[in-house]
């Protein structure tokens, strides 16, 4: 009986060495964005008239080359592929696009845009970029429940204060927390709302400029903080593992080459003990 296994071995290093090789990582990259551009030409009713049946064409094969690298994956990695949080994401992304979009679930094919998103999955900058996000999350907590208690203090004294006069903005909480979100954002927020309220209060400035400088310059600069102290963070640390495999490398070769000048040194002295036997063999 003929074992397959070395074969198959074999088969799967050189999938291996295809999936992960930069060439293929940058075909999928190129696929991704000229999916990205069918799907947004898709939502033109004149590219839809002139080409809507080579961009659906682009878009089943942009899905079938996803497919068959994801199952290359699997077949490659195995169980451990799912141990990858960014093989996860790939997955349930692909599978959504594989959903039946027809009659109730028709809905299901603005979904597919979600492809796009891959692109962070792909591309390590961006991989880093989310990560960093993600990392950053649990120090934003705390700036997070300092943010909320400042807003819901603010917008029950602007409801005290405003709300009778000005009942559209002030005249509840929720409302109170949407015109300061609004106020925070600067959107419209001086001739929209504060000063037709200094129309009325000219005092109102006292409360509304500590308010700004409290959430936009000062909590929210906070928030970008922890994310860029975040990010240079994973560099150091990603250097620091680049450091430490080219110290590994480099002391690999110098046993491999202290092991060779071993052995050189060795034939060197058989080679002496030559000589130096026909020499006497000679004499």
């Known amino acids: 009986m003929i074992d397959l296994a070395p074969s198959r071995s074999r088969v799967l290093v050189a999938l291996q060495n295809l999936v992960e090789s930069g060439r293929t990582q940058n075909f999928i990259t190129a696929v991704i964005l000229v999916n990205a551009i069918t799907l947004g030409l898709e939502t033109s009713t004149t590219a839809m008239a002139s080409a809507g049946t ?6 089943r094969i942009a899905l079938a080359i996803f497919v068959l690298e994801l199952a290359a994956k699997l077949l490659v990695y195995g169980r451990r ?3 990858s949080g960014w093989n996860v994401f790939d997955f349930v992304i692909v599978a959504i696009s594989l959903i039946p979009a027809s009659g109730n679930l028709s809905v299901l094919r603005a979904f597919r845009v979600l492809r796009v998103l891959r692109m962070f999955s792909v591309v390590p900058k961006l991989r880093s970029v ?3 996000l993600l990392e950053a999350i649990p120090s934003m907590a705390s700036i997070i429940v300092v943010l909320m208690l400042v807003y819901y203090v603010t917008a029950v004294l602007a409801n005290q204060l405003f709300g009778a006069r000005f009942a559209e903005w002030f005249g509840t909480i929720g409302r109170a927390m949407y015109s300061l979100f609004e106020i925070m954002t600067f959107d419209n927020w001086s001739s929209g709302i504060v000063r037709p309220v200094m129309e009325v209060y000219p005092w109102a400035w006292i409360f509304f400029l500590p308010f700004i400088i409290i ?6 600069n906070l928030f970008i903080a922890i994310i860029v102290n975040t990010m240079q963070s994973q560099h150091e640390a990603e250097r620091q593992d680049e450091m430490a495999a080219l110290r590994v490398a480099a002391h ?3 046993e491999t080459l202290s092991q060779q000048i071993a052995s ?10 030559l000589l130096h036997e026909k020499k006497s063999n000679e004499s």
Do not use: C, G, P, Y
Request: glycine content about 0%; charged content about 30%.
């Open 264 to 273: 050189l040194r060795e034939e060197v002295l058989a080679l002496r003990a």
């Open 252 to 254: 690999d070769e110098s």
């Open 130 to 132: 989310v990560q960093a």
């Open 81 to 83: 592929f799912f141990k």
């Open 215 to 220: 959430t936009s310059f000062a909590v929210l």
């Open 54 to 59: 080579w961009l659906k064409h682009i878009d």
